[in-house]
């Protein structure tokens, strides 16, 4: 578990791009030849072309780089849009992932905001999702929009 292991998320940089769109490809891979979608190279530039450095955060393992997660506000209404969420196969299965979405859920529910976001048909990605409290909105034949609605902490007795 990753309870044990020294990982932080630090502000993304511009130079972080590269990193990250390579990461989206060799992770995304699989879920879009499934979904006859994958393009080498339309999966970095989709990256690049959105790359909001201010709203990313590079998650770090050690010091070193093991994936990265957008947390901007959402575009449709109140609250925020998580995009860009990919850990590094050497990273994924022991708990970070669930680690890294628990920090980021807590500050929306600080802000009292429901968070949004966009899941692959199929992806093993919407168990971890649906594990941490959101819920179906809505779909198309590539994309599954889940929601999560704030939770407010009880006030003290």
């Avoid at 990193?19 to 879920?31: F, G, K, N, S």
């Avoid at 393009?39 to 990313?56: A, I, K, Y």
């Avoid at 859920?105 to 968070?115: E, H, K």
């Avoid at 199929?122 to 809505?138: D, H, Q, V, W």
């Amino acid at each position: 578990m990753h309870g044990e292991t020294n990982w932080s998320l630090r502000p993304a940089r511009a130079d972080d791009i590269e990193a990250i769109a390579e990461l989206r490809a060799v992770v995304m891979r699989d879920d879009l030849e499934r979904l006859g979608r994958y393009d080498e190279h339309r999966v970095r530039q989709r990256l690049r072309d959105g790359f909001s450095p201010q709203h990313t955060s590079v998650v770090e393992v050690d010091g070193g780089f093991a994936g990265c997660v957008t947390l901007r506000p959402y575009e449709g209404g109140a609250g925020f849009h998580l995009e860009h969420f990919y850990l590094a196969p050497r990273a994924q299965g022991r708990g970070l992932g669930t680690a890294v979405l628990r920090e980021l859920l807590a500050r929306a529910d600080q802000a009292a905001a429901p968070v949004r976001l966009v899941v692959l048909q199929g992806s093993a990605a919407r168990r971890l999702y649906e594990r941490e409290g959101f819920t179906y909105e809505s779909e198309d034949p590539v994309d599954v929009l889940l929601v999560r609605e704030p939770r407010v902490a009880a006030a003290p007795a």
